[in-house]
């Protein structure tokens, strides 16, 4: 609803700080299992023409950018706040001999020109931006009319027992996989956005609305820049 909306696009971050050692740990263990990020680059993959222009907000280790390039002739950035991660994703796109421009910027001030994509997605992030509705506003500006932005990111009604099937999911050790299942109940799942208010998000947008998809222990929300 347009009220929650509101009161969400103020929030102060509460994630984890993704700088150096923890960034480091996070890249590792997200490394383990690249299913998610495979699965997502196929979809956004479909969707893109030849030689399409297509930027991730908050690319972090690089994974999905880097597997978004691997599968067609797409000119890929990477946009990620927190330096460590810049520099892993470099290094990342490198050992997969792909070319993919990671940058270092705010999701709410992007050094990019207008109209310099066709296609916008973001992962796993959107829940910790401090400017969330001016992420959206930011995705619309660097899109071409017509262009279009998707962001996956974790549901706030996703049940316990769901995460953990998640976790489970993921290869990790046992201290890794218990120290996952904390981080995502005692952070993630608490700034995780409710389904009305990731729409009234969208509707307050320069999009004006988006389509909002149930995903597993996610939800995918597809935007158009008409």
Request: with cysteine; glycine share 12%; net charge positive.
């Amino acid at each position: 609803m347009p009220g929650q909306a509101t009161e969400t696009a103020s929030r102060p971050y509460k994630g984890l700080p993704m700088e150096g050692l923890i960034a480091t740990w996070y890249a590792r263990n997200t490394r383990r299992d690249l299913r998610g990020y495979r699965k997502c680059a196929d979809a956004v993959a479909a969707r893109l023409a030849p030689g399409a222009r297509v930027l991730e907000v908050a690319a972090g280790p690089g994974y999905l950018a880097v597997e978004i390039a691997r599968r067609g002739p797409f000119r890929v950035g990477g946009l990620d706040i927190s330096e460590t991660f810049v520099r892993l994703a470099r290094a990342h796109a490198r050992e997969e001999g792909v070319t993919v421009d990671f940058q270092h910027g705010n999701a709410s001030r992007m050094p990019y020109a207008n109209e310099s994509f066709d296609y916008v997605v973001c992962r796993a992030a959107f829940k910790n931006f401090t400017d969330p509705l001016g992420a959206l506003d930011e995705m619309h500006r660097v899109l071409a009319p017509g262009g279009e932005a998707a962001v996956y990111d974790l549901r706030k009604e996703a049940t316990g027992a769901e995460i953990d099937a998640e976790v489970a999911g993921m290869g990790l050790s046992r201290l890794d996989a218990l120290l996952t299942r904390w981080i995502f109940r005692a952070t993630l799942l608490k700034n995780a956005y409710g389904e009305p208010a990731i729409e009234g998000l969208a509707r307050q947008s320069r999009f004006g609305g988006g389509t909002l998809r149930r995903d597993g222990i996610g939800f995918e929300l597809r935007l158009v820049k008409r």
